[in-house]
């Protein structure tokens, strides 16, 4: 994430948050067939292994985590390991630090404040492979979480809903969006079927030992393959080193030889695109 968070907390079983996780969100005040949609979806996910992520909030929330309980259901909390919140949830929250994970960045006796929850949202979207919004409002924080998954290149899928109802305005402007349209936990796991093939884990870290050559390249012949790896997309500097074979130190030279020319933008995440020559 950017920023990371300084601090992470868990309550539970930590190994949960480092296997196949999909995050189910949606709205607080969420329709029976709502709830029963993440329920469903949420016991089915877990029993192809998926555990799944939300962040305890009432409706769309609360129904996810209890259908996933018996396989594995991550929390995500806007306050500290010790507060309860809701309050209507405190037996679900107990629940969870004993069978599942319980999350946070709030130093404990941190009550949740409106300005906690997007930084709660950021988190349910990057311990995940998806996100899954089953019912949102055109204003809500699931679309946040939405925004931040995308953001951090995650998969987002949502669940259509009636044109009449206020609480699928939100879902149904991500599918025009061009988010995938799902209907069930199958649509999701097919959707996935690549990110799933390879278990979602930090890249081992790069070799950037130098190719056997026979003769060295010249300072020139380094520059122009830079600049072939880069373009108008914001891309990792990582993946230019890579690309273009140089040392990090040559690579971040000319970057650097780039932006002072004005040639070069600087994205969030360490990622870098090509301005136009003017």
């Keep these: 994430l950017d920023p990371p968070p ?5 309550a539970g079983d930590i190994a949960l948050t480092s296997g196949k996780l999909v995050a189910i ?3 607080r005040n969420a329709s029976a067939a709502g709830r029963r949609i993440a329920g469903e979806m949420a016991e089915a996910l877990g029993a192809e292994g998926v555990t799944v992520v939300s962040g305890l909030a009432r409706g769309i929330d609360t129904a996810a985590h209890r259908a996933s309980l018996r396989t594995g259901t991550v929390a995500v909390l806007a306050g500290g390991l010790d507060i309860v919140y809701p309050e209507e949830n405190r037996e679900l929250q107990n629940t969870i630090a004993a069978e599942g994970a319980l999350v946070t960045e709030m ?5 949740p404040q409106a300005r906690h929850f997007p930084r709660r949202n950021r988190l349910i979207s990057g311990l995940s492979l998806a996100v899954v919004v ?3 409002a055109l204003r809500s924080g ?22 009449l109802d206020p ?12 988010a995938p349209l799902v209907e069930n936990a199958a649509d999701v796991i097919a959707a996935l079927s690549g990110p799933f093939g390879n278990r979602f884990r930090e890249p081992e870290p790069p070799s950037y030992a130098p190719r056997p050559s026979s003769a060295p390249e010249t300072g020139e012949t380094v520059r122009r393959k830079i600049l072939a790896a880069l373009g108008p997309t914001p891309t990792p500097v990582d993946d230019i080193v890579r690309q273009s ?13 780039l932006e002072l020319a004005g040639r070069l933008h600087r994205d969030p995440g ?9």
């Design 167 to 178: 609480r699928a305005q939100g879902a149904n402007k991500l599918i025009k969006d061009g």
């Design 6 to 10: 300084p601090v992470i907390a868990v």
């Design 25 to 27: 969100v949606g709205s």
């Design 245 to 257: 074979g140089a040392a990090v130190p040559q690579v971040r030279a000319v970057l650097l030889e």
């Design 134 to 136: 089953v019912e949102a």
């Design 142 to 163: 699931s679309l946040i979480t939405a925004r931040f998954a995308l953001e951090q290149g995650r998969d987002v899928f949502a669940v259509p809903g009636s044109p």
């Design 107 to 111: 130093p404990p006796g941190t009550s």
């Design 270 to 278: 360490d990622r870098v695109s090509l301005l136009p020559d003017s």
